[in-house]
């Protein structure tokens, strides 16, 4: 049984950056991809960012030059380096792992930006 563990979250001014992440335990062997989503009040989960075993990267539009996927595949830990947040960031983000036909959620860890 695989378990990941975020942390990292919290209360953030805009313009400002913050660092998540997400540790993964138990049968860790051979994730396909590890990703982040995240869900604002009243809105369905989105991905945020994925990053696969064979180095494909990609990020939501509203993202994309702001935020950072990367994997230490040792310790099989996923970060995401969030800069300029802005308030349309405040969410729950969640981890997210693939093993064969298995999805693993986190538990999610909350990011308000604000001043």
């Known amino acids: 049984q695989v378990q990941l563990v975020e942390s990292g979250g919290g209360l953030v001014q805009p313009g400002g950056p913050l660092r998540l992440s997400c540790a993964a335990s138990?049968?860790?062997?051979?994730?396909?991809?590890m990703a982040w989503y995240r869900q604002a009040p009243g809105n369905q989960r989105e991905l945020v960012a994925i990053?696969?075993?064979?180095?494909?990267?990609n990020y939501a539009d509203s993202v994309k030059g702001r935020f950072t996927i990367s994997r230490d595949g040792a310790r099989n830990t996923v970060y995401l380096q969030m800069n300029s947040l802005k308030a349309d960031d405040t969410a729950v983000y969640y981890c997210?792992?693939?093993?064969?036909?298995?999805?693993?959620w986190g538990q999610g860890t909350q990011v308000t930006v604000s001043s």
């Open positions: 990053s696969t075993r064979g180095g494909i990267i």
């Open positions: 138990g049968s860790t062997f051979s994730f396909s991809h």
């Open positions: 997210n792992a693939r093993q064969g036909a298995s999805i693993y």
